[in-house]
């Protein structure tokens, strides 16, 4: 599986999902109901053991030190851990003593502004055209851009940008051969390189210069009196870009591809905006955009009976925990009223997502610009979504407008 | 009713202060902070209800 968690980025390497069939991707949630009543601890051979069961994720989540998140860095051509999700406790804590503050509703809410303004700018691009390609022209572009702002990079760096992301979380598309192949390694390993060097040469500028954004914040922030490593920067802003622009782009494919096809209650929060922060977190949970998350005993334990080994890999399925009958009324049913709603879709325990504040801002922003212009769309007729496994994001969305 | 928050469960997801923003905070680390003390207000019950019940961690009781 491809997980983006919660700090961010997750092991993106091979996964069990990688296998999924385009319905399976496309409808996850009987696929996930099979697995809790039929396999709720299951170990594939190659792939390690699979959590189905919200009870057991949340005692995944809840002990850190036997379920550890620092992954052979080997997957994404990252030459060291990510910071924060590769790194565990206690050393984690004093990144996120320094990152949660900047990503905290505080921060995050002066972003509304500018946002608000991408979110036009991109519906305003589509001009008097009847037809678009909701994933190439708004939820690909979309997130990209809010980074961009946020770190104070210009928007005229979204295509190389978008080659960074698209060339380090999915090489085999980009170069049209098998993840494991030399050349898709290869090619892999040359982007992840032109991640550090990208960054850094940027942070050069911002030594010499401050400016009032992320990166130079970066510098100056101190933690017991000492200041992050260059190479400390740059591993934070590795991650950034694996998990702060997918993420975004996968639930509003998959957000938008659930109220196209659901006219409804599309029209219930046309009529009632005010309920667009419940649609948020119901939509979260229900499509649960990134499917799991990945983690690695450090110990022999077991969980649910199922024996786990130390140095296995054990993956909790976000998507299977937030449809769980057991933690959920109508767990199968989408409903806009509900009234609790402990959704995991951001992960949970020390790592939960840290960008979950700004992606919730993006989230609900979109969909309030959106339908207060295009309250009216479908997916173009004869049209399949066909989600990527993993992360649920749309390669292509023809959608009719109007 | 008494809200209480178990701080070694919290993870700042953020559901209480945005569900109930009368009786939850948010540090600067985005982190929950209770705004009341004592019995919450009959009139803010409901919101302290809300966040008991949208809380991904379960840090939140009321008693």
Not at chain 1, 238 to 250: E, K, P, R
Not at chain 1, 277 to 306: F, N, S
Request: proline letters at 7%.
């Amino acid at each position: 599986m491809s997980t983006t968690e919660t700090d961010g980025g997750g092991s993106y390497g091979g996964s069990p999902f990688d296998q999924m069939d385009a319905e399976t991707a496309r409808h996850p949630q009987p696929s996930y109901k099979l697995m809790r009543d039929l396999m709720p601890v299951t170990r594939m051979e190659g792939l390690g053991v699979l959590l189905a069961k919200r009870a057991d994720i949340d005692e995944a989540f809840r002990r850190p030190e036997l379920f550890s998140s620092a992954m052979d860095a080997v997957a994404l051509q990252n030459v060291r851990p990510l910071i924060p999700l590769q790194i565990d406790p206690p050393d984690h804590k004093k990144y996120r003593k320094i990152l949660d503050p900047l990503f905290a509703p505080k921060q995050v809410k002066p972003l509304e502004e500018p946002v608000t303004r991408l979110v036009n700018d991109l519906i305003d691009g589509f001009g008097d055209a009847t037809e678009i390609d909701f994933s190439q022209q708004f939820s690909v572009p979309f997130p990209s851009q809010v980074f961009l702002t946020l770190l104070g990079l210009p928007l005229d760096d979204l295509p190389e940008f978008l080659k960074m992301k698209d060339g380090i979380i999915r090489p085999d598309h980009v170069v049209g051969k098998p993840r494991d192949d030399e050349e898709t390694v290869a090619y892999q390993r040359g982007i992840a390189q032109s991640i550090y060097d990208y960054f850094d040469r940027v942070l050069d500028e911002r030594e010499v210069e401050r400016r009032d954004d992320l990166l130079s914040r970066f510098l100056d922030t101190e933690v017991d009196g000492e200041r992050l490593t260059r190479h400390e920067i740059l591993d934070v802003c590795f991650l950034f870009l694996i998990a702060g622009l997918d993420t975004v782009s996968a639930s509003l494919d998959c957000f938008f591809g659930y109220l196209a096809e659901h006219p409804e209650q599309r029209r219930q929060l046309v009529d009632d905006p005010s309920i667009i922060p419940a649609v948020v977190e119901e939509l979260l949970r229900w499509e649960t955009p990134v499917i799991g998350v990945a983690r690695v005993a450090t110990a022999d334990t077991e969980v649910g009976g199922c024996p786990i080994h130390k140095g296995d890999h054990v993956m909790a399925i976000l998507g299977s925990a937030n449809t769980d009958e057991a933690e959920f009324d109508d767990a199968d049913v989408v409903r806009f009223d509900r009234e609790a709603n402990r959704h995991l879709a951001f992960g949970g325990g020390v790592h939960r997502c840290l960008g979950s504040h700004l992606a919730r801002l993006e989230l609900r922003v979109a969909l309030r610009e959106w339908h207060a212009r295009l309250p009216e769309y479908a997916v173009k007729p004869g049209v399949e979504l066909d989600y990527t496994p993993g992360i649920r994001s749309l390669d292509t969305f023809p959608m009719v407008l109007g | 009713v008494k809200v209480h928050v178990d701080m070694e469960k919290c993870q700042g997801h953020g559901r209480c202060y945005d569900l109930a923003p009368d009786v939850f905070g948010a540090d600067d680390e985005g982190y929950a902070e209770l705004l009341v003390t004592g019995d919450v207000p009959a009139e803010l019950e409901q919101q302290a209800r809300a966040a008991e019940a949208n809380c991904p961690e379960r840090a939140i009781t009321l008693t």
